[in-house]
C-alpha cells in the first residue's frame, strides 16, 4: 500500500468495530491448500491472495458484494485494510459464506499502541494469524529515536501477540530503503529487521515499493531467511512522463512511473518467486493502490498468476 489517508482509511475501519468482538469462534487454518485448476506444487502460487485495499472504494458500498466478487474471480485468501462498521462475527461468517479466509489484517500504528487486546480479540473471531502495522507517521520517523520507539513498540506488540496465537508483522514501503542520518546512515529496514525479534516481528515485504526503491528482495532474503511469510505482489511501469504521485510511499525515493496489473509491470516475477521458500513465504497477497478499474485489474492479476510456472 501507499498512504493515501492510510490512518484514517484503516483506523476509522477497525476502531469502529472492535468494540464488536465476541466469543472467538473457530479460525480457520489459512495454512490448508484449496481446490483450483492448478496443481499444488512447488513451482506455482497457490491460494492466491487479495489485500481488500485494491477494492476498498468497492468496499465502501457494498462490502457482502464485493467479498462475493472477489472469490468468484477465484482467490482464497484476502487481507483485510479495516471492517468497514462491520463486526468481526459478522465477516467471518461473510468470509465463510464465500469460501475465503483472512489469514491477515492490516492495522494502524495508533491501534496497535493503544487498542492492543482488543485487536487480538477481534482477529481471533476473524480468523487471522496475522497482524500487520503497514505504517509509521512521518513525524515520528523525522523524530530522534523514532524508528527505535517503532521498533520497541513492535517486539512488545509481537510478545504479547504471540501468546494468543497469532503473528505480528510490518509491511514496507520505499520510504524504508533511504539512508537516515539519524540512524548512521542505515537504513530503516536494515534497522528494523536487526533491531526486532524474528520471533516476534514478521516481515511482510511489498515487492513492488521494494523494487521501485532500487533494493533487491532476493538479497535480504538471503539475508534473512523465512523471515517473510507473506508479500505484496503488485507491479509497476517505468514512465518518465508519468503525473502520478506516490510521495506517502516513496519518500525521498524518486519514482517517475505508476502502478500497474501484476504481469503488466517491469518487474520479473518468475525470477523472484523462484527463490521463495528461501524467503519463507505462505501467502501471496496482490495489491493495487491505484486501480482503473479495480474488479478488472484484480483479474488480469489473477490470471497472471493462476498461469504462471517458476
Known amino acids: 500500500m501507499q498512504r493515501m489517508n492510510r490512518r484514517t482509511f484503516i483506523g476509522t475501519s477497525v476502531a469502529a468495530t472492535l468494540s464488536a ?10 495454512a490448508l491448500s484449496f481446490a483450483s485448476n492448478v496443481p499444488v506444487d512447488a513451482h506455482s502460487i497457490n491460494p492466491i491472495g487479495l489485500q481488500l485495499y485494491t477494492v476498498r472504494a468497492a468496499m465502501k458500498t457494498d462490502f ?25 462475527k459478522d465477516v467471518r461468517e461473510l468470509l465463510d459464506k464465500n469460501g475465503l479466509v483472512s489469514p491477515s489484517c492490516h492495522v494502524d500504528y495508533p491501534t496497535v499502541e493503544k487498542k492492543w487486546p482488543e485487536t487480538l480479540e477481534a482477529a481471533k473471531i476473524v480468523g487471522h494469524s496475522y497482524i500487520i502495522c503497514p505504517w509509521i507517521d512521518e513525524k515520528q520517523r523525522a523524530e530522534a529515536g523514532g524508528w527505535k520507539r517503532a521498533a520497541e513498540l513492535f517486539n512488545k506488540a509481537g510478545e504479547e501477540s504471540k501468546k494468543a496465537g497469532i503473528q505480528f508483522g510490518y509491511h514496507n514501503h520505499s520510504f524504508e530503503f533511504q539512508e537516515d542520518k539519524a540512524l548512521g546512515g542505515k537504513l530503516p529496514y536494515d534497522f528494523l529487521l536487526a533491531e526486532t525479534d524474528p520471533k516476534l516481528v514478521a516481515m511482510e515485504m511489498d515487492l513492488c515499493w521494494i523494487t521501485v526503491a532500487g533494493r533487491d528482495p532476493l538479497a535480504y532474503w538471503d539475508k534473512y531467511p523465512g523471515r ?83
Open 64 to 88: 457482502a458484494g464485493t467479498i462475493a466478487k472477489v472469490a468468484a474471480t477465484g482467490y482464497k485468501e484476502v487481507e483485510f485494510a479495516g471492517y468497514f462498521d462491520h463486526s468481526p
Open 228 to 310: 517473510f511469510p507473506l508479500v505484496h505482489v503488485k507491479d509497476y511501469v517505468k514512465d518518465p512522463h508519468s503525473t502520478s504521485s506516490y510521495s506517502g510511499a516513496t519518500g525521498a525515493v524518486k519514482f517517475e512511473g505508476h502502478l500497474a496489473d501484476v504481469g503488466k509491470g517491469t518487474i520479473n516475477w518468475k525470477n523472484i518467486f523462484e527463490h521463495d521458500g528461501k524467503a519463507g513465504i505462505k501467502h501471496f497477497f496482490v495489491e493495487n493502490d491505484d486501480p482503473k478499474s479495480a474488479f478488472d485489474d484484480i483479474k488480469i492479476s489473477y490470471n497472471y498468476l493462476h498461469e504462471l510456472r517458476f
Open 21 to 30: 468482538a465476541a466469543k472467538p469462534v473457530r479460525a480457520a487454518d489459512s
